[in-house]
């Protein structure tokens, strides 16, 4: 996806500690890093991390390699339902590895099918069903291994793992609210806020009282039966996908259109191939009110933001996918004098450096960011570096690829075309496209209608590449090797000379011929074609 919008310069000679001066700053520098060490802070750390997420914890590890001390403070507050978890943060407990296991368990339950159509002798597949608490029994456990490895890793690096909820005191200061209700003051030179963001409830009655969020849906303890799924960013499209798949029913309730932010087009076959799966969407509507009912179901209610009619349904889980809101309130950022993003609350940073020079920020919780865990981890690192190490490396945001694993799986790099469109004008993209057939969709006789890519680029001469989309199985293993490509300025000359390896999906991007432009065809006749 693209970045912050930003030209993605990263030539500047920056040194290891940003001064006043280096940089053109959007706001006023109220002291300098010599202030700071001129008045002799007695400091217990050379560096507090707040989060103990992907960023955090690898900021936190590349300090202490250039011998400095490090505290990370991490605190997990209960989810409304009462969901906790261990030390590793959203990504770890709640986000995409349990959520990668899960889509996993619902495509094993579609190789079912298949299976059968490829000679296996299997029972009748529509027999087979999913043991949801053996499931959630072994993401559990596969989560709590790597909250483990972390706390062990954390220990042998030499850094202090603090079970306790982080806030500022001052700049310098950061006071740690342990379990037990006591505080623990920590003097420090420098702080990285690493703290991310929570699932955030639409303000309606019964929203906190009886639903759930990503937070609690990957440790359920019931099967979650019929769900509705509030939300249809790649969070919710997500669940309800893997849902579906394992045979629960799911619907999804769109306030204003699916996947924003992303390209438009792939979207929209994404919602065709969910709904063609029965999957169903509540296009335009907004939750009114959620109550428990006798039967101890949850009956919603919605209206339609078009026609202000009303509709109402019963269901047994209603998981809310409307976003996620930083932790900057919990944070105390204001004590510190940070400054915040008016409408989302989260950090506004320059190359990661808040408005107070000794304060840094990374992942989720920055603002204009990609909200995606390797971004978080890579600027964490980077930041230790020119830190501790004299690096001059920035964190590029631009040309940062990512999947999302619906049923259909999508992986993109760059610009989505309508972000294309307008940077570059219609006029001067081209834009290539083509349907395939993954080959061992044919056996099984799956419909391949949505199997889909395109490349986005340049007009004139070399063609260069600003974004590439892919729908169809194994997305983000594809998207992955071409990313590193678009990094290094690949142009559709070179993709067009590139030999794929056969047969692969992967290697559709190299057999493109048709542009949008031309307004031929673009679906193949044969495997081969």
């Known amino acids: 996806m693209q970045g912050d919008g930003s030209d993605g310069d990263t030539s500047l000679e920056v040194p290891g500690i940003i001064e006043p001066g280096d940089v053109e700053l959007d706001y006023p520098v109220p002291f300098t890093f010599m202030d700071l060490r001129s008045i002799g802070v007695a400091k217990d750390y050379d560096l507090v991390v707040i989060g103990g997420g992907s960023g955090g914890l690898a900021c936190a590890k590349e300090a202490v390699s250039y011998g400095k001390k490090v505290a990370v403070l991490d605190f997990v507050t209960p989810s409304p339902q009462g969901t906790t978890w261990g030390l590793g943060g959203t990504c770890v407990n709640v986000g995409c590895i349990p959520k990668k296991l899960m889509h996993q368990a619902a495509l094993l339950g579609e190789a079912v099918h298949d299976a059968k159509e490829f000679g296996w002798e299997l029972p009748d597949p529509s027999t ?169 179901r949850i009956l919603a209610k919605w209206k339609n933001t078009i026609d ?68 978080a981890v890579q600027a964490g690192k980077l930041l230790a570096a020119r830190l501790y190490g004299k690096s001059h490396t920035q964190m590029d945001y631009t040309n940062v690829a990512t999947t999302v694993f619906t049923p259909i799986e999508y992986g993109c790099v760059g610009y989505s075309e309508e972000a294309a469109t307008q940077h570059y004008g219609a006029d001067n993209l081209e834009v290539y496209h083509a349907f395939y057939k993954p080959l061992e969709f044919f056996i099984p006789q799956r419909s391949p209608a949505r199997c889909y890519l395109k490349v986005v680029c340049l007009r004139n001469a070399p063609r260069t590449i600003v974004g590439m989309h892919f729908l169809g199985p194994h997305a983000g293993e594809v998207i992955q090797g071409y990313a590193a490509a678009v990094k290094c300025g690949m142009t559709f000359e070179q993709l067009e000379n590139t030999v794929g390896i056969h047969p692969t999906v992967s290697e559709e991007f190299t057999r493109m011929y048709i542009t949008k432009r031309s307004g031929m065809d673009p679906t193949p006749q044969s495997c081969c074609s």
């Open 308 to 375: 202000n009619t009303e509709g109402s349904d019963e269901f047994d889980t209603v998981l809310m996918a409307t976003g996620r809101r930083a932790l900057t309130k919990e944070l105390k950022a204001t004590n510190a004098g940070i400054d915040l993003d008016n409408s989302s609350s989260k950090v506004i940073a320059k190359l990661e450096q808040t408005n107070v020079p000794n304060i840094f920020a990374v992942g989720d919780v920055l603002q204009g960011k990609p909200e995606l865990t390797p971004v």
């Open 128 to 296: 087979v069903k999913i043991n949801w608490t053996r499931l959630v029994e072994a993401v559990q456990n596969h989560v709590k291994s790597v909250n483990w490895v972390t706390r062990v890793e954390l220990r042998d690096k030499k850094v202090e793992y603090i079970n306790g909820l982080g806030h500022f005191a001052d700049p310098n200061t950061v006071i740690a609210t342990l379990k037990n209700g006591t505080e623990k003051v920590l003097k420090t030179d420098h702080v990285l806020i690493a703290c991310g963001g929570r699932p955030s409830f639409p303000d309606c009655p019964g929203a906190k009282d009886y639903c759930i969020t990503s937070d609690d849906i990957f440790s359920l303890e019931k099967p979650p039966g019929k769900t509705l799924i509030i939300g249809a960013g790649y969070i919710g499209l997500e669940c309800a996908g893997f849902l579906k798949g394992m045979g629960f029913e799911a619907t999804v309730m769109v306030r204003s259109v699916v996947l924003r932010g992303f390209d438009q087009q792939m979207a929209g076959l994404i919602t065709e191939e969910m709904t063609e799966r029965g999957i169903k969407f509540l296009q335009k509507c907004i939750p009114v009110s959620f109550e428990k009912v006798q039967s101890g």
